[in-house]
């Protein structure tokens, strides 16, 4: 045997034991390494600073959590044999989102109850017990799986049980995202069509809050996070459903991509709310906020059907004006 080809056979050899039928890239570990510690220490200063403490819990969770995954990852860039960063970092990247879509369904929860709770399937405190819980669910069994993984691996048994587990984990969150997005979806088409699901109990001259320019974003910033996040589910799902040696965990690039577009959501995302949430606590000053469609009309609250209907302001001036006083 030449020696080229001996040279190939040994390294086809030492490959065949790598944790992730390759070695990570360096420069790609250090960069999202980089990137999401950055984004925690922002999102723990917006939650300091604005005392917005369900970033807490939420986003910064979800980055320390990158940040444990991606030194692991940049560890195994080093010294890519080892076993233990390999079950760190596939621990961790997978259990980290699940916090972030946490903040999702806080985020839009309080948006429904200021646009308008009849529009919606549920109400802003179910949207909470029912979403969270399951996102906590899902979170619980992916640390189960992720965990008896990690001893089997350890004992050099099969990892597979604990990766089914995980992946049972990562399926329950993707069906919770899934109706999540459906009930989102009804909301948004409710509202800018003004068809209420119910009747509400408010006051007779109770509005609504203004479907302003930072509403509109913040539906755009947790439309695109969600979406991200349910990409990113169901690449984990197709990547654990091929097995600890499949083609798809053994494909760095592919990994590295899913794994850019939800830091970017995470991003985009919060740093929004952080905006959007000051300005609806500058609203909260006033108790009275004109009530606004997109199409410039204002919405008055009938309290018979539920509904809010349009009305010219200017030619409802006095009428406006009136309900104001009454109010304060």
């Given at each position: 045997?030449?020696?080229?080809?001996?040279?190939?056979?040994?390294?086809?050899?030492?490959?065949?034991?790598?944790?992730?039928?390759?070695?990570?890239?360096?420069?790609?570990?250090?960069?999202?390494?980089?990137?999401?510690?950055?984004?925690?220490?922002?999102?723990?200063?917006?939650?300091?600073?604005?005392?917005?403490?369900?970033?807490?819990?939420?986003?910064?969770?979800?980055?320390?959590?990158?940040?444990?995954?991606?030194?692991?990852?940049?560890?195994?860039?080093?010294?890519?044999?080892?076993?233990?960063?390999?079950?760190?970092?596939?621990?961790?990247?997978?259990?980290?989102?699940?916090?972030?879509?946490?903040?999702?369904?806080?985020?839009?929860?309080?948006?429904?109850?200021?646009?308008?709770?009849?529009?919606?399937?549920?109400?802003?405190?179910?949207?909470?017990?029912?979403?969270?819980?399951?996102?906590?669910?899902?979170?619980?069994?992916?640390?189960?799986?992720?965990?008896?993984?990690?001893?089997?691996?350890?004992?050099?048994?099969?990892?597979?049980?604990?990766?089914?587990?995980?992946?049972?984990?990562?399926?329950?969150?993707?069906?919770?995202?899934?109706?999540?997005?459906?009930?989102?979806?009804?909301?948004?088409?409710?509202?800018?069509?003004?068809?209420?699901?119910?009747?509400?109990?408010?006051?007779?001259?109770?509005?609504?809050?203004?479907?302003?320019?930072?509403?509109?974003?913040?539906?755009?910033?947790?439309?695109?996070?969600?979406?991200?996040?349910?990409?990113?589910?169901?690449?984990?799902?197709?990547?654990?459903?091929?097995?600890?040696?499949?083609?798809?965990?053994?494909?760095?690039?592919?990994?590295?991509?899913?794994?850019?577009?939800?830091?970017?959501?995470?991003?985009?995302?919060?740093?929004?709310?952080?905006?959007?949430?000051?300005?609806?606590?500058?609203?909260?000053?006033?108790?009275?906020?004109?009530?606004w469609m997109p199409d410039g009309r204002q919405r008055v609250l009938d309290v018979g059907s539920g509904s809010?209907?349009?009305?010219?302001?200017?030619?409802?001036?006095?009428?406006?004006?009136?309900?104001?006083?009454?109010?304060?």
């Amino acid at each position: 045997m030449s020696a080229a080809n001996v040279t190939i056979a040994a390294t086809l050899t030492h490959l065949s034991y790598l944790p992730y039928n390759y070695v990570p890239t360096e420069w790609i570990c250090a960069t999202l390494l980089t990137l999401f510690a950055l984004s925690g220490l922002i999102h723990f200063y917006q939650a300091l600073r604005y005392r917005l403490w369900f970033l807490l819990p939420t986003a910064v969770l979800a980055n320390i959590s990158e940040v444990i995954g991606w030194s692991a990852r940049l560890w195994s860039s080093k010294s890519p044999y080892l076993l233990e960063p390999f079950i760190m970092q596939i621990c961790t990247t997978i259990i980290a989102p699940t916090p972030l879509v946490a903040a999702n369904f806080l985020i839009f929860g309080e948006l429904v109850k200021r646009l308008g709770p009849q529009y919606s399937r549920l109400s802003p405190f179910w949207y909470a017990i029912v979403f969270i819980g399951l996102d906590i669910v899902a979170l619980v069994v992916q640390a189960v799986g992720g965990a008896a993984a990690s001893e089997a691996s350890e004992n050099h048994h099969s990892a597979d049980p604990g990766g089914h587990i995980m992946l049972a984990g990562i399926v329950l969150q993707l069906v919770a995202i899934v109706v999540y997005m459906t009930l989102a979806s009804e909301f948004i088409m409710r509202y800018l069509r003004d068809r209420p699901v119910r009747k509400i109990s408010r006051g007779k001259h109770e509005a609504l809050h203004a479907f302003s320019r930072d509403y509109e974003m913040m539906l755009f910033g947790l439309t695109f996070s969600t979406t991200c996040v349910f990409i990113r589910s169901v690449y984990r799902t197709c990547e654990l459903s091929n097995g600890w040696t499949g083609h798809i965990i053994s494909t760095q690039h592919l990994f590295s991509r899913f794994t850019r577009l939800a830091s970017c959501s995470k991003a985009y995302t919060l740093l929004r709310c952080v905006r959007w949430w000051n300005d609806c606590s500058r609203d909260l000053d006033n108790q009275y906020s004109a009530p606004w469609m997109p199409d410039g009309r204002q919405r008055v609250l009938d309290v018979g059907s539920g509904s809010t209907k349009p009305m010219d302001p200017e030619k409802n001036s006095e009428s406006f004006s009136e309900k104001k006083d009454i109010v304060n």
